[in-house]
């Protein structure tokens, strides 16, 4: 879980590796609403994203997480791991999401409920599947 990214995984084209959280308010997930100009368009995704060299999974989880909402997260524990994604149960967080007009990678975000998610029309089933597993 500790492990770093060398610089031969981060040259590869293949090798995205990714940490991705699940960050839960009085029994809602925050999910995010993909751009138009980025892989997977108008999907609902968790906070996170790729590894840079040097990184930790945790490391990356929580910039990433820091970078597309401006919380800071903590006390990260591992939910699952899927070869090349690691995905992270959220502990703890503070500050305040972005202004939904200011968000940097995103169209949008919700806090949903598990009743909700069952229903979104726009989210992957695996990431589904998962959502309603840790609510």
């Given amino acids: 879980m500790g492990l770093k990214v060398t610089l031969t995984q981060a040259l590869r084209l293949d090798t995205k590796m990714t940490a991705k959280v699940f ?26 994203g790729h590894l840079v060299v040097g990184e930790t999974w945790i490391e990356g989880a929580t910039r990433e997480t820091r970078e597309e909402t401006n919380l800071i997260v903590s006390d990260l524990s591992l939910h699952c791991s899927s070869g090349r994604h690691r995905f992270y149960r959220v502990g703890a967080y503070q500050g305040d999401i972005f202004e939904k007009e200011n968000l940097p990678e995103h169209d949008d975000w919700k806090w949903f409920t598990k009743e909700e998610i069952r229903s979104l029309p726009n989210i992957s089933d695996h990431y589904r599947k998962m959502a309603l597993e840790v609510l």
Avoid: T, V
């Fill in 23 to 48: 960050l839960i308010k009085e029994n809602k997930l925050l999910l995010l609403l993909r751009k138009q100009n980025q892989a997977h368009p108008g999907k609902w995704d968790l906070p996170g």
